[in-house]
């Protein structure tokens, strides 16, 4: 897997691109044929709140992913795409799986028992009594 993290009319210091390579190395545990991860980070407007932008591809054997967040700062930018794309690819496994997450059972399922010792009948009344 090749991330590769660069800007756009700035420079991205080593702390960040380290950041950005870590973080994103995490979603190969969600599809493990990821070919290439390309990052890219810029600043948008004016220095105003939540300038800072970071787009990412992600690249597989077949599918491709992407998104765009907006943050305060860069870092906060590539933690809400690394939770977008997290949740792209789980919903991009489960519709490829063999059952949707809506038609599984439930692994354990208890039997509910009542129990109809404590109830008592008279004979002609219809109704129950408690004992």
Same mark, same amino acid.
């Given at each position: ?66 998104? $765009?967040?907006?943050? #305060? ?7 809400? !795409? &690394?939770?977008? @794309? +997290?949740?792209?690819? %789980? ?7 063999? $059952?949707?997450?809506? #038609? ?7 039997? !509910? &028992?009542?129990? @109809? +010792?404590?109830?008592? %009948? ?10």
């Amino acid at each position: 897997m090749e991330i590769k993290v660069h800007g756009k009319h700035n420079h991205i210091s080593d702390s960040l691109e380290q950041f950005a390579a870590e973080k994103l190395s995490r979603l190969s545990k969600f599809v493990p044929s990821i070919s290439t991860i390309d990052v890219e980070l810029y600043e948008e407007g004016r220095t105003k709140v939540g300038s800072h932008v970071a787009e990412v591809a992600i690249m597989t054997n077949g599918t491709s992913f992407r998104t $765009k967040t907006t943050a #305060a700062d860069h870092r906060a930018a590539i933690d809400l !795409a &690394v939770d977008r @794309l +997290s949740r792209q690819m %789980t919903d991009f496994k489960r519709k490829t799986s063999a $059952k949707p997450a809506h #038609a599984r059972q439930p692994k354990t399922a208890i039997p !509910a &028992v009542l129990d @109809l +010792s404590e109830f008592t %009948t008279q004979p002609g009344d219809g109704q129950a009594n408690y004992a």
